[in-house]
């Protein structure tokens, strides 16, 4: 099967392809269907510090989204993608799978990927082979846009494990990149249990497949925490944050001015990163260890805030390039206090530049 680039010699016109959502299609079949609405913090718990009423508006305006968690078959056989974002049935179609309907900045990924030239070749000779193909029954095709953030990655990847405790499922396809990584595959393994996993590139017919959509939700976090077993006591710990330093990113990271290193120093915090997915899940939990205030940047890091038991502080720092409340909703489901700070000023180098004024009145 062809799978590989075209050729230089390769100048076929190919008709555009639409992938049509799984979840719309009249083959699927739906177990389970729960709402999950956002909960608006009281003001013990969030304090939204920002210069200008619009970006408090942007800010609030994220706890107006609702999703829901769905879980359902696939009425038929199919073939899963390499990346488990696309599913192919007997006739060639193309199906979305494991892909959120609202997210605008990646709307066009499945697109691209089936418009692939070489992907047209490589459905054709599914379709002619289709008998041939080893066939599983009780699977699930399990995959994420975002696999490669933490934060996805154990709210709404992980979490479909969750959501399929009551179904007899036996096997879990899903793409191998995303097992690769450290502490993903830890927490990977002990969610399959006896089930096998099988790799999303090795090509095989799923009868009646599984498809489970999840997102963030108090219930997903009671689990999470139930499931790595673990939580921290407060005991008066400082800690800040720093970004991975192998992932920049532009008008996300806290610009380490002397003001701001002289604030950290003069009250004893300590510096932390949780690596680049090498670190075990109790390693990073054991950065946290005693946290009373942590201070960071927005960032997948402070997924770990899932671990921390209260009376704590937390102090998010935003700029306009990422507006998210992520945290803010698990430092509310644990009854933490979060401050949010808006900032509007960067650096030269798009690192946020924050007010240690403001970070002063926080640690009174």
């Not at 075209?6 to 299609?25: C, G, I, L």
């Not at 879990?172 to 097992?179: A, D, E, F, H």
């Not at 497949?209 to 999470?224: C, F, I, K, T, Y």
Request: charged share 25%.
């Amino acid at each position: 099967m062809r799978v590989g680039p075209p050729s230089d010699h390769d100048m076929r016109v190919f008709p555009p392809v639409y992938p049509w959502n799984a979840f719309d299609s009249r083959r699927w079949m739906e177990f389970y269907r729960s709402p999950v609405i956002p909960r608006v913090p009281g003001p013990r718990n969030l304090t939204v510090h920002a210069e200008s009423e619009e970006m408090r508006h942007r800010l609030m305006s994220e706890f107006d989204h609702v999703h829901f968690d769905r879980v359902g078959r696939l009425d038929g056989e199919f073939v899963s993608s390499s990346t488990g974002l696309l599913l192919f049935d007997r006739a060639g179609a193309c199906l979305q799978a494991n892909f959120p309907g609202g997210s605008s900045m990646a709307a066009t990924l499945t697109f691209t990927e089936a418009n692939s030239p070489a992907l047209w070749d490589y459905r054709q000779s599914l379709r002619d082979d289709w008998d041939t193909l080893p066939l599983i029954e009780n699977a699930a095709v399990f995959s994420h846009i975002y696999s490669n953030n933490y934060y996805h990655f154990s709210f709404e990847l992980l979490q479909k494990f969750r959501l399929i405790q009551d179904h007899d499922i036996r096997v879990v396809v899903m793409p191998s990149p995303i097992y690769h990584n450290g502490v993903f595959r830890e927490m990977i393994s002990q969610a399959l249990g006896d089930r096998l996993l099988l790799p999303a590139t090795e090509v095989a017919r799923l009868k009646n497949p599984m498809l489970v959509e999840a997102w963030q939700s108090d219930e997903g976090l009671r689990w999470l925490r139930a499931f790595v077993g673990r939580t921290l006591p407060a005991e008066g710990c400082r800690y800040y944050i720093r970004r991975n330093p192998l992932k920049p990113r532009r008008g996300n990271n806290v610009a380490e001015t002397e003001a701001f290193l002289a604030f950290l120093e003069r009250h004893d915090f300590t510096t932390i990163d949780f690596g680049n997915g090498e670190l075990s899940l109790s390693e990073q939990i054991d950065k946290l260890q005693g946290a009373s205030f942590v201070l960071a940047a927005h960032g997948a890091g402070l997924t770990n805030l899932s671990y921390l038991n209260g009376p704590a502080r937390i102090v998010e720092i935003f700029s306009r390039a990422v507006i998210s409340t992520s945290f803010i909703r698990v430092s509310d489901a644990l009854d933490l206090e979060h401050h949010a700070i808006i900032a509007e000023t960067l650096d030269e180098q798009g690192d946020i530049i924050v007010d240690c004024d403001l970070l002063e009145s926080l640690i009174a």
